[in-house]
């Protein structure tokens, strides 16, 4: 049953539709005045294989965005399974959003998560405002991935992790 026509949809009722897609989680991390900032965002897909891109978006009330923005390398590390203390701790206001985290460090400051199932080493492409985010394409200069490394998933607003079929 449609709840809602076009124009007229109530935030809620728009956030149950957006879950209904399952979504990876990634870790969008770099070393800015020699601290680790980052955030999570599941909001993360391919967009391009020449020139290698991705995109995140980020929400224009970010405070973490505008401090990651003037970083030479960013690092999206995807979340594996049992992550999920790490992306909570990652999405959180306040407090150390490290804590107890494993992390490596690029020579040009990119972040990654250490146990994920793959880190990729990006560059920001470009930046588009769209509505009330900002769609990140972000160009992939390294990478590298873990198969046995199997990914954390968002759905129905719920961690939740892959099973074999």
Known sequence: MIHAEMGKLDVQVLREAYGAFPSGVTALCAMI??????????????????????????????STWPL??????????????????????????????????????????????????AWLDCTLFDEVPAGDHSMLLLRIEALRTFPDQHPLVFHGSKFRQLAAV
């Open 33 to 62: 005045d020699g601290s680790p900032i980052g955030m999570a965002a599941s909001s993360f897909t391919s967009v391009s294989m020449d020139p290698p891109l991705v995109s995140i978006c980020v929400a224009n009330t970010s």
């Open 68 to 117: 990651l923005r003037p970083a030479t390398r960013l690092g999206v590390s995807v979340l594996a399974a049992g992550h999920e203390p790490a992306a909570r701790l990652l999405s959180a206001k306040t407090g150390d959003r490290f804590a107890g985290l494993g992390l490596e460090v690029t020579d040009e400051g990119a972040v990654l998560i250490e146990g994920s199932a």
